[in-house]
């Protein structure tokens, strides 16, 4: 008797939507972020209860809620550390991390920088609107320098955090940006995110309205987007500007942006290689060196992705061969030996 095939159900944008009202201000850039994440969901082809997202502490960390898959609301900054124990003990799982910038790069920073260096397969979505939202407006890691919030209200004197510089500087394997008003763009990277195997770092721009609105208006506005907007794609030269006439070369170490033409073509500007780690560290330098001479676009897109071993995977066959060589251990053995010892 043959068995029946079944066939599993083709998904849409809604099977991942929940019945819990989205409790975001209205004009909020997450609910762009979440109807993106949504409608590439299904592309995936990963059964939804294979798929869990968890989150910090934030506005962005309501997330869970409104995603029809597994989740976990966790505590302030301790995303991280809570997907690295679901991955090691649920390696057969897809891990999504949400989180804003203050929740994965001010309490949560420590945490986010040793989850990139070790490597899970995990992909962690930082919604950067450099300030504290869900706490009504305080200044953030991300937050500009002078910048006037509640809680600096003479102008903050911090130096801010460029999260990318970060993730390079602890070995992540695949980094990316993009922002909540190019919702196509966002799909591409989010994507090729769950493509790579390893931990992926995406920077996401989005528009708090309430308390930091426009923040990155000047490369999201139709008016100013394709003069101040980078887009990178693989194998391509460095091309930006409304008609396409400007581009990025290279002045020995430094980007200088030149016009096409005039004995300048596409041939000589820079090409963009995600595999080239010194050209990926002047990426995302591209827009807060103090050593630049010009105004350059701001990069989008992936910048950087290498192959590493996964913690996840390496601690499997770690495992694996001490049992192979030394046998299963037994737990009432070891806790009723005699390696004891007493304290006076």
């Known amino acids: 008797m043959s068995e029946a095939t079944i ?81 090691a003990s649920r390696p057969e799982l897809s891990v999504w991390i949400v989180s804003g910038d203050g929740d994965s790069l001010s309490i949560g920073g420590n945490h986010t920088i040793h989850l990139l260096r070790r490597n899970f397969d995990v992909n962690l979505l930082v919604f950067n609107n450099q300030i504290y939202g869900l706490t009504k407006g305080q200044y953030s890691p991300t937050s500009e320098e002078n910048k006037i919030t509640k809680s600096t209200p003479f102008g903050s004197i911090d130096h801010p955090f460029n999260p990318l510089a970060l993730a390079m500087g602890a070995d992540a394997t695949f980094i990316a940006r993009s922002m909540d008003r190019d919702p196509k763009h966002l799909q591409q990277i989010l994507i090729r995110s769950n493509q790579h195997k390893g931990s992926s770092f995406v920077e996401i721009y989005q528009n708090c309205n309430i308390f930091n609105d426009e923040a990155f208006a000047v490369f999201t506005e139709k008016s100013s987007k394709a003069d101040e907007a980078l887009f990178l794609e693989q194998g391509q030269p460095l091309i930006f500007g409304a008609n396409k006439d400007k581009g990025i070369k290279l002045d020995g170490f430094k980007p200088i942006v030149v016009e096409i033409g005039n004995g300048i073509s596409a041939d000589d500007l820079w090409v963009h290689d995600e595999k080239d780690f010194y050209k990926a560290q002047t990426l995302v330098r591209m827009f807060d060196s103090p050593h630049l001479d010009q105004h350059l676009p701001r990069p989008f897109g992936v910048f950087y992705q290498t192959d590493r071993a996964c913690y996840e995977d390496v601690m499997a066959m770690q495992i694996e061969e001490i049992i192979t060589s030394k046998g299963k251990g037994d737990l009432d053995k070891l806790l009723r030996g005699r390696e004891v010892w007493e304290i006076a």
């Open 7 to 87: 066939t599993p159900p083709v998904l849409t944008a809604k099977d991942f939507s929940t019945d819990q009202e989205v409790r975001w201000c209205p004009g909020c850039g997450d609910y762009s972020i979440l109807a993106q994440v949504q409608k590439v969901m299904p592309t995936l082809g990963i059964p939804k209860e294979n798929i869990v997202i968890v989150s910090g502490i934030g506005c962005s960390s309501r997330f869970p809620y409104y995603m029809n898959t597994y989740g976990l609301h966790s505590i302030h900054g301790r995303a991280a550390a809570v997907a690295s124990g679901l991955k």
